[in-house]
């Protein structure tokens, strides 16, 4: 199967219409960082990534896949790069299917005017942050194939380090209660944000990474040579396309119709 959904431009969503500038409902989004903080992260700086899952199934396929329903990548501080909800559209063959709300990530989260965003998009975002780094993870082999457009490409230039690697084929929250006392995934509901920062303390425990002491260095060296050498990679954001006219009422539409394709996914299921 060949995907051909291209990321819909939430920009002209937000400004064509008070119909998609305020939420229809008062569902709160969980997500805490919807759109990339590039500049969070300097060159060569390791990032934690966690993802909860959606599942879907393909017709003809007796197994049931995963893709992203929420991605959360921290940097070596625990600041949030990214925390998102990402929508995929309905494609014809295509079957959506849920996980246990306690992984958390239910239809409400999926929908846009809830704050998800178009997973083409967030795949391309997450594409960039990866890019040339170490990417530290726990148990990651369904987050290192949860990619549905971008795929194992995403990969190319990373290191990928998984902690389960580190310490064994042992769950996080056991992890984090034994090296870190910290107590995660309380009652059995998961956060991708809070899972990433306890396999970022895990990571750093043994190895550590002094994000000041390269600040400085590469401080020094940018000083040192003027114009040639950059603080931060802040990443190059995804060009917008022009939001006129059209390009506004198809948006509306576009947006209107996944929302009302999972809602429509989900009743049937009830």
């Known amino acids: 199967m060949s995907p051909s959904f291209k990321p819909t431009n939430r920009a002209a969503f937000h400004s064509s219409s008070p119909y998609y500038a305020a939420p229809r409902s008062t569902y709160k989004c969980r997500a805490t960082q919807r759109t990339p903080r590039f ?18 199934k393909i017709a003809g396929e007796a197994k049931e896949r995963q893709r992203i329903g929420r991605i959360a990548i921290l940097n070596s501080k625990g600041e949030v790069v990214l925390d998102v909800y990402a929508f995929y559209p309905r494609e014809q063959g295509v079957e959506k299917r849920w996980q246990p709300a306690c992984f958390g990530v239910v239809t409400q989260d999926l929908l846009y005017r809830n704050g998800a965003v178009a997973a083409a998009e967030v795949e391309a975002w ?23 457009y971008e795929k194992e490409a995403i990969w190319a230039t ?35 944000v809070e899972d990433a920062d306890a396999t970022r303390e895990l990571h750093l425990r043994l190895h550590p990474y002094d994000r ?35 390009s506004k009422r198809r ?6 119709a996944e929302d009302k394709g999972t809602q429509g996914a989900a009743a049937g299921k009830s």
């Open 39 to 56: 500049y969070l992260l300097i060159n060569g700086e390791p990032c934690y990534l966690d993802i909860e899952f959606q599942k879907y």
């Open 126 to 148: 997450v594409a960039q942050i990866v890019k040339g780094r170490t990417v530290v993870v726990h148990g990651g082999k369904h987050d290192m194939s949860a990619f549905y």
């Open 212 to 246: 000041d002491a390269e600040v400085a260095r590469i401080e020094a060296e940018r000083a040192a040579t003027p114009g040639q050498m950059q603080t931060v990679d802040k990443g190059q954001a995804p060009r917008k396309r022009n939001a006129n006219g059209s």
């Open 158 to 192: 990373s290191t990928v380090v998984d902690t389960q690697s580190l310490y064994g084929q042992v769950a996080l929250p056991t992890l984090a209660d034994a090296y870190l006392g910290m107590s995660i995934q309380a009652g059995g509901f998961h956060s991708p």
């Open 251 to 256: 948006n509306r539409k576009k947006g209107a």
